[in-house]
């Protein structure tokens, strides 16, 4: 259960952050234009992906020596200090919906679902490099365990803004909002930098 929690803490902190997809997410939503297909292949592929990191990492590991060991966590320690600078930064940053409706088929909009899933590059170090490294260390349970967590993170996520997306878009324009919601990330991502320097020296 420690691990499933952690997974699902993990996943959402990083999913949090809104980007191109979040806000494609609200629109879809917004627009009543196949919401359930859209969330179902961002959760889908978040899954797909986390995964794919969590057995990569599992499976090459063997090949780690102390030296690459320590430069995946030094990179990790990089990703998570530019990925808080990034939270920090966006403090006062504006998100924008685009309301019009426009008749589009389920099969442009599994097309464009999949460019902004695949095509975005922040897609591959969260859930691949981040989770997947994260992770290395752990017993192969106690990965799959983490992986279900932050999947489980991300059905959950995708979901509530593509259906509560009249909602949540109200707020999502609200700076103040925000404001809390980076703290939040800041304060995990913080936690989890100072749980890999323990695991470095320990």
């Given at each position: 259960?420690?691990?499933?929690?952690?997974?699902?803490?993990?996943?959402?902190?990083?999913?949090?952050a809104?980007?191109?997809?979040?806000?494609?997410?609200?629109?879809?939503?917004?627009?009543?234009?196949?919401?359930f297909?859209?969330?179902?292949i961002?959760?889908?592929s978040?899954?797909?992906?986390?995964?794919t990191?969590?057995?990569?990492?599992?499976?090459?590991?063997?090949?780690?020596n102390?030296?690459?060991?320590l430069?995946?966590?030094?990179?990790?320690?990089?990703?998570?200090?530019?990925?808080?600078?990034?939270?920090i930064?966006?403090?006062?940053?504006e998100?924008?919906?685009?309301?019009?409706?426009?008749?589009i088929?389920?099969?442009?909009?599994?097309?464009?679902?999949?460019?902004?899933?695949?095509?975005?590059?922040?897609?591959?170090?969260?859930?691949?490099?981040?989770?997947?490294?994260?992770?290395?260390n752990?017993?192969?349970?106690?990965?799959?365990?983490?992986?279900?967590?932050?999947?489980?993170a991300?059905?959950?996520?995708?979901?509530?803004?593509?259906?509560?997306?009249?909602?949540?878009?109200?707020?999502a324009?609200?700076?103040?909002?925000?404001?809390?919601?980076?703290?939040?990330?800041?304060?995990?991502?913080?936690?989890l930098?100072?749980?890999?320097?323990?695991?470095?020296?320990?």
């Amino acid at each position: 259960m420690e691990f499933l929690l952690l997974g699902f803490f993990t996943g959402l902190s990083l999913i949090l952050a809104i980007g191109a997809q979040n806000i494609f997410v609200i629109e879809q939503g917004l627009k009543k234009q196949h919401a359930f297909l859209v969330c179902l292949i961002c959760s889908l592929s978040d899954l797909i992906l986390i995964f794919t990191g969590i057995f990569l990492f599992h499976y090459f590991s063997q090949y780690f020596n102390s030296t690459i060991e320590l430069t995946f966590n030094v990179l990790l320690i990089i990703f998570l200090v530019h990925f808080i600078y990034s939270k920090i930064k966006s403090h006062n940053s504006e998100v924008n919906f685009k309301s019009e409706l426009k008749d589009i088929s389920k099969f442009k909009i599994f097309l464009k679902t999949l460019g902004f899933t695949y095509l975005n590059p922040h897609v591959y170090s969260d859930t691949v490099f981040f989770l997947g490294n994260f992770s290395k260390n752990y017993l192969l349970n106690q990965k799959i365990l983490f992986g279900i967590g932050a999947s489980i993170a991300s059905f959950l996520f995708f979901y509530l803004l593509g259906y509560l997306s009249n909602y949540l878009s109200k707020y999502a324009k609200n700076k103040n909002i925000w404001k809390v919601i980076n703290i939040f990330i800041i304060t995990f991502m913080i936690f989890l930098i100072l749980f890999i320097l323990k695991d470095m020296i320990s």
